[in-house]
């Protein structure tokens, strides 16, 4: 189904109520990594360059429902405010109070205060829905990280709206998603990496049934080696998990474990050392897959056609550690296939070795990437299609 979008409407003295996921890290009170503003600005000048009056929501962090922001300040978009300021070079209002409407706001850019401090925010209330809806002439779902959340910012307000359309943020994500899920060129290669297969057993078996190679890192690749009959000494693993990995590993390539590289402690100065893979001591931690391990996984990324990618494949927040990380980075980068990244580490991996340009589409969102890959709906998408379908008005925007 076509999903109506921005380009389809005429902005122009409308108020035009855009949700971005603006869930930025903060330390200090600064904002220590900017990509999710970076990614947002795109669809907030469109919306400016439209003549469209732009009110602008997001979440923050994980703040406690009914509790004003003045009572939790490090949940406030205060930071980001600033920023949005900076990068747009216009004033941006912050506003906390804007439940009943914002008066007084012209044509100013409006942000409203940290949304998920609104009581009945995550259980997706009608009310709470309609008074965000009304707040508005266009609602533009634009945070594809926050999709697969049925709430009441994302999914409950598209009933109620006067007119609704996806962003060109989530248009890019949902085209890519397709590109490397729905019709991808192979072969295809996906690696997953993290540290429990239990967070991510869902999405290794629907990749198991469509992927050509499936390279696997972390904790995760540890269960497969026990699953494989592989002593991993005291690396993290799932002793109840190794009969799927076992059924995921009997449908899939998975290339070998040669070498790993391994610790006897996990911390910031931890010594590391290489060791063949039958030889890992019963102290032993495997951090991080090992140089002659990297080189038989290179050729795979390099003949791939398309690469879906999640999580890092050793501890790469550790020098010590990130070699396998790194060489798997540089090889994605260097591919000449449709590549696919997603996930909170794999983007700070992507950062830390600085391929970002050199990667074919870097999904926004951690949760929603995963919750694609698994094929379930994202319900914030799901209601959107929903109201497309029962509204023959979408078939002819205005």
């Not at 912050?94 to 012209?106: A, E, K, M, Q």
């Not at 009581?119 to 009304?134: F, S, Y």
């Not at 997953?192 to 239990?198: A, E, H, L, R």
């Not at 910031?268 to 890992?280: C, E, H, L, M, N």
Request: glycine share 10%; hydrophobic share 45%.
């Amino acid at each position: 189904m076509q999903l109506p979008t921005l380009a389809d409407f005429e902005l122009n003295g409308k108020t035009v109520l855009v949700r971005q996921d603006l869930n930025v890290p903060i330390q200090n009170g600064q904002i220590s990594s900017d990509a999710r503003i970076r990614a947002a600005l795109p669809t907030l000048r469109q919306i400016l360059a439209k003549g469209g009056r732009l009110r602008i929501m997001s979440h923050l962090g994980r703040p406690k429902e009914g509790i004003p922001v003045q009572n939790q300040p490090e949940v406030s978009l205060a930071p980001v405010a600033a920023a949005l300021e900076a990068a747009l070079g216009e004033k941006v209002t912050l506003v906390d109070d804007y439940l009943s409407g914002v008066s007084g706001g012209g044509d100013a850019i409006v942000l409203f205060e940290n949304v998920r401090v609104n009581a009945g925010e995550k259980k997706n209330d009608k009310t709470l829905a309609r008074q965000l809806a009304a707040l508005c002439d266009i609602f533009v779902m634009d945070a594809f990280g926050t999709a697969h959340r049925a709430q009441a910012s994302t999914a409950g307000i598209v009933q109620f709206a006067p007119v609704v359309c996806v962003g060109p943020l989530v248009e890019a994500e949902l085209k890519a998603l397709a590109q490397a899920l729905e019709s991808p060129q192979p072969p295809v290669v996906a690696i997953v990496g993290g540290s429990k297969v239990s967070s991510k057993l869902s999405v290794l078996e629907s990749l198991s049934d469509q992927v050509d190679t499936l390279i696997v890192g972390g904790g995760i690749a540890n269960t497969f080696l026990a699953a494989a009959g592989i002593d991993v000494g005291a690396s993290l693993y799932e002793p109840d998990l190794v009969g799927a990995a076992q059924r995921i590993a009997k449908k899939v390539q998975i290339p070998d474990v040669i070498d790993v590289v391994v610790s006897q402690q996990f911390a910031p100065d931890a010594p590391a050392q290489t060791k063949r893979i039958g030889d890992v001591g019963s102290q032993d931690m495997i951090l991080d897959l090992g140089p002659e391990t990297m080189k038989g996984i290179k050729p795979r990324i390099a003949h791939a056609k398309t690469i879906i990618w999640n999580g890092p494949v050793g501890v790469f927040e550790y020098p010590q550690f990130a070699d396998g990380t790194r060489v798997l980075t540089q090889a994605i980068a260097s591919s000449e296939g449709y590549s696919l990244a997603g996930g909170g580490d794999t983007l700070a991996a992507i950062e830390t070795f600085g391929v970002e340009d050199q990667i074919g589409y870097i999904s926004t969102g951690g949760g929603a990437f995963l919750e694609f890959i698994e094929g379930k709906p994202l319900p914030a998408i799901a209601a959107i299609k929903a109201r497309v379908a029962a509204d023959p008005h979408f078939r002819n925007p205005v």
